[in-house]
């Protein structure tokens, strides 16, 4: 070989490690364009991922919101019917009130008020809980007093304070409520 011939083979080789560099660069183009196809494609469908839960969370709060937004309102508007009955009560408990006519006529006007306010509340889904010779659950119950009894069952609602309430499928009061406790046999020795 002489020298220009090596000289040939010397750029000819130089020339094919150009070449060479030249399709590694291309594939690391190539192959980084890939990978950032693959990472942008893998965002965008977690970014519609998010949207689509946070879509679905919007509607749930909202049909929450259209659902139960009478809930605050409902549960204040319990008190006007405890003192509705309380008043009746009180009416016909008095001694000298219970034989008057004119009182029995107003008795009357507050029970048809009383009946009128339960029919909304049955409209609107909001039902009374019914407690008296059940299982105590404090899901739905609170117990305020003890009463020992021989006769139940421990654990059983025996007397109701104050009502309670259900909207639907939340609570909306607690039943105040008495339940029983077995007796307790007193110490004989002492």
Do not use: W
């Not at 002489?2 to 590694?24: L, M, R, V």
């Not at 494609?41 to 946070?54: G, I, V």
């Not at 507050?110 to 008296?132: G, M, T």
């Not at 309670?164 to 008495?178: E, I, T």
């Amino acid at each position: 070989m002489n020298e220009s011939e090596e000289k040939d083979n010397k750029n000819n080789i130089s020339q094919n490690e150009i070449n060479n560099k030249g399709e590694e660069k291309d594939l690391k183009k190539d192959i980084s364009i890939e990978e950032k196809l693959k990472d942008t494609h893998d965002k965008l469908l977690r970014t519609m991922a998010e949207m689509e839960n946070q879509r679905r969370r919007f509607e749930k709060e909202r049909d929450d919101a259209f659902e139960f937004g009478g809930f605050n309102f409902a549960r204040e508007s319990l008190s006007i019917l405890d003192n509705v009955e309380r008043a009746i009560s009180s009416f016909k408990s008095h001694n000298k009130l219970r034989n008057d006519e004119d009182i029995n006529k107003i008795i009357e006007g507050v029970e048809i008020l009383k009946r009128d306010l339960i029919l909304i509340f049955k409209k609107n889904q909001i039902e009374s809980i019914d407690c008296v010779d059940k299982k105590f659950d404090p899901n739905f119950h609170q117990a305020m007093l003890e009463v020992e009894n021989s006769e139940k069952e421990s654990g059983i609602v025996v007397q109701e304070i104050q009502k309670g309430y259900m909207m639907k499928d939340r609570l909306l009061r607690p039943s105040l409520v008495g339940v029983t406790k077995k007796k307790q046999e007193k110490d004989q020795k002492k």
